[in-house]
């Protein structure tokens, strides 16, 4: 059994910043590509990051490029999203997600494999 937590979503306003983190159990977190997708009420889950196993290779949505930085502390099996200059379209639920068996379609959330609960960013204007 696969474990996701996610941790560290809230309510905040325009311009604030959150840092996001997930935490796995249950398997070899260093083994998997690990990415956050969101989904906003009413949208498609959007692919926002992800990271490479190794941690020094990451990829992003254009809506958050430049903005967000996404990490991983594979010592504490621990995904992070820092996220910066929050603008209310990024409002949404957040999850954290593994790609165990990656064929580089990260931007693809049918790639990953496990999925966190998800934890909810909220940002007011």
């Known amino acids: 059994q696969v474990q996701l937590v996610e941790a560290g979503g809230g309510v905040v306003q325009a311009g604030d910043s959150l840092r996001l983190s997930c935490t796995a159990s249950?398997?070899?977190?260093?083994?998997?590509?690990m990415g956050w997708v969101r989904q906003a009420p009413g949208k498609e889950r959007e692919f926002v990051a992800r990271?490479?196993?190794?941690?020094?290779?990451?990829n992003y949505a254009d809506s958050v490029k430049g903005r967000f930085t996404i990490s991983r502390d594979n010592t504490k099996n621990t995904l992070y999203l820092q996220m910066n200059s929050l603008i209310p379209e990024d409002t949404a639920v957040y999850y954290c997600?593994?790609?165990?068996?990656?064929?580089?379609?990260?931007?693809?959330?049918?790639?990953?494999?496990?999925w966190g609960q998800g934890t909810q960013v909220t940002v007011s204007s």
């Open positions: 249950g398997r070899a977190f260093s083994s998997d590509v």
């Open positions: 990271m490479s196993r190794t941690g020094d290779i990451p």
């Open positions: 997600a593994a790609d165990r068996f990656s064929t580089g379609n990260y931007f693809d959330t049918r790639e990953y494999d496990y």
